[in-house]
């Protein structure tokens, strides 16, 4: 049974670089599939923010991507997120999850989730 | 990349059945058949409900299905049950090797 659990500072200044890990158990992160990072402001829709390989490919979000950094960490098993630059609009519950390689297995979703963490962007 | 068009609520009694969309384009929806379904109930991370357009994970009710027509797709949730009450999104692959959301429909069971 693969778990993900996030794990970072639930408050980040405005300004600074806001910085999430994603621990998984159960499972090895270079095992074929993509891990992604998706946040949800309080009372709004999911947005995904992007997707790493255990090789280090990645998709990020257009609209993320100047201030979006993931990268993993295959003898941790963890993956990481860093975005830049945060204002209140980041203000959200993060979540991290698995996601099949698209190209290889020929499906897609997100099947497996952590539980989230709240980030509140304030000074 | 625009987000996926979602009815913002909709509503059903026990045992009726009701039909969520999930409107995109071409880019999306209407050029690959990789849409998926999640629920979310308050508090909880979502749980994926359908993928590739129209099969079930193992563990999901039966009572849970998807379709696709041109740039729209489709859950339908038959018999329904109290339990169903819950936030539901749809997601695409794109074009341009992305992944977005739709806003998200809010079910209630009255």
């Known amino acids: 049974q693969v778990q993900l659990q996030e794990s970072g500072p639930g408050l980040v200044k405005p300004s600074e670089t806001l910085t999430l890990t994603c621990a998984v158990s159960g499972y090895s992160i270079s095992s074929g599939f993509y891990w992604g990072w998706i946040r949800q402001p309080p009372g709004k829709g999911l947005e995904w923010i992007g997707s790493?390989?255990?090789?280090?490919?990645?998709y990020y979000n257009p609209s993320l991507k100047s201030r979006v950094t993931i990268s993993v960490d295959t003898s941790r098993n963890e993956f990481s997120l860093r975005l830049s630059s945060v204002t209140a609009a980041d203000t959200a519950v993060y979540y991290c999850a698995r996601q099949p390689n698209l190209v290889v297995a020929g499906t897609d979703y997100f099947d497996d989730w952590g539980q989230g963490t709240l980030v509140t962007v304030s000074s | 990349q625009s987000a996926l068009t979602q009815p913002a609520s909709v509503s059903g009694s026990p045992g009726q059945s009701i039909t969520i969309s999930c409107t995109g384009t071409?880019?999306?929806?209407?050029?690959?058949?990789?849409v998926s379904w999640y629920q979310q109930h308050p508090g909880k991370a979502p749980k994926l409900m359908i993928y590739?357009?129209?099969k079930r994970p193992s563990g999901v009710s039966n009572r849970f299905s998807g379709s696709k027509s041109g740039n729209t797709a489709s859950l339908t949730i038959s018999g329904l049950q109290a339990e169903d009450e819950a936030d539901y999104y749809c997601s695409s692959y794109t074009s341009s090797s992305n992944w977005v959301f739709g806003g998200g429909t809010k079910l209630t069971v009255v």
């Open positions: 071409s880019s999306d929806v209407g050029g690959y058949n990789y």
């Open positions: 590739d357009v129209s």
């Open positions: 790493i390989y255990h090789s280090g490919n990645t």
